[in-house]
């Protein structure tokens, strides 16, 4: 189904009203129950390692480490938490690093592994795949996938290394000369990338904690060989790269365990989040760019917290001494789904809330 950009949203929320709203938000879960419960109280189903909602928020799809040798993308209907009413893609011979869908039609996705080489574009409604790219032609192991905001390209990072794979997001054609390589060994290995909303610039962080910005031609998919800027932005690698919905700020997550809001516009570093011991593990945008959560790799809680003024809002509670490897806000509205503790995924906020 095609996606049209004037999908309505819900009203923003005003920050002095956040964490009444949080705080009353239920969490539910969706649980695959594979096995008997184990003694902390959760099935012995794997646990989740990357999700990411579609483009109206009517699915969600969530991938978890391999269930009985078998790698699974497991695609959610969030009104329904029993899985009898989720469906599953199957394809992939190793473990699945990453999953991303398009933002111009709600039933396309894609995935990547680093394990298989591959890069699979799917159809979430038909449950079948539409096109594979096998990556180890241009020497690339994928772990990251995201497609550009006009759903026309898709932006692949590999393992390690400097280089970067951009393809078409229907034939998965390698665009232009072929793949992107940073000439400055110096600036350390190609951790995260996004396009901007604008869709003219492409940011890359690095291992170094540096982030460069290239220009980047929509038309063709090409990369600026220089780039235009090169922002020391933090002191160890670039876990995390997010552009808000609004286009005004550049959110990075380091493993200096600092989170920066950057201004778009000036390139300039506006705010910090410096409260937490432990690596940034994932950094979310609200649909109104005015909140963002944040996980770290340790067992601390996730924050939400409202990003022009810099105050945490909310933590949302958790009953177990996991990490959190993966969160995203619903596009549209203030759900947040997370992964990380046993038993399967959680959204904060339900199909019964306003909001």
């Not at 999953?99 to 298989?116: E, G, M």
């Not at 038909?126 to 180890?136: A, E, K, P, V």
């Not at 105050?311 to 789904?337: G, I, M, N, Q």
Request: glycine share 8%.
């Amino acid at each position: 189904m095609q996606y049209q950009s004037t999908i309505l949203t819900h009203p923003s929320l005003a920050r002095d009203q956040a964490s009444t709203f949080f705080r009353t938000q239920r969490t539910r879960e969706y649980r695959e129950q594979l096995g008997p419960v184990t003694p902390r109280g959760a099935s012995s189903s794997s646990t989740l390692r990357t999700i990411a909602w579609n483009a109206l928020g009517n699915r969600i799809a969530a991938v978890s480490s391999p269930i009985h040798g078998t790698h699974i993308i497991r695609i959610w209907n969030p009104e329904r938490a029993d899985s009898r009413y989720s469906t599953e893609l199957k394809g992939h011979t190793g473990m699945i690093d990453c999953v991303a869908w398009d933002p111009t039609f709600s039933d396309r996705l894609v995935s990547c592994s680093a394990a298989d080489g591959m890069v699979r574009l799917w159809d979430a409604r038909l449950n079948r795949t539409l096109q594979i790219f096998r990556s180890g032609t241009v020497g690339i192991e994928p772990v990251f996938v995201r497609f550009t905001p006009d759903g026309r390209w898709l932006v692949v990072s590999g393992q390690r290394g400097r280089k970067l794979l951009v393809l078409d997001a229907v034939t998965l054609q390698v665009a232009g000369a072929g793949a992107f390589a940073d000439s400055r060994p110096q600036d350390g290995d190609i951790t995260r990338a996004a396009v901007t909303f604008s869709g003219d610039v492409l940011a890359i962080g690095y291992s170094t904690g540096v982030v460069k910005l290239h220009s980047f031609d929509p038309s063709t998919g090409e990369i600026g060989k220089d780039p235009l800027v090169s922002l020391n932005a933090h002191r160890t690698s670039i876990t995390c790269l997010e552009f808000d919905p609004c286009g005004r700020y550049m959110a990075l997550g380091s493993n200096d365990s600092l989170v920066s809001i950057w201004d778009v516009q000036e390139l300039v570093c506006v705010r910090t989040f410096a409260k937490y011991s432990q690596a940034i593990k994932c950094i979310s945008m609200s649909f109104d760019g005015a909140y963002m959560a944040i996980s770290v790799e340790g067992v601390e809680p996730i924050e939400i917290v409202h990003v022009e003024s810099g105050e945490y809002v909310y933590s949302v509670p958790r009953s177990t001494a996991f990490h959190v490897p993966a969160l995203e806000w619903h596009p549209t509205k203030y759900w947040l789904a997370y992964a990380g503790d046993p038993g399967g995924l959680k959204i904060v906020g339900t199909p019964d809330d306003r909001r």
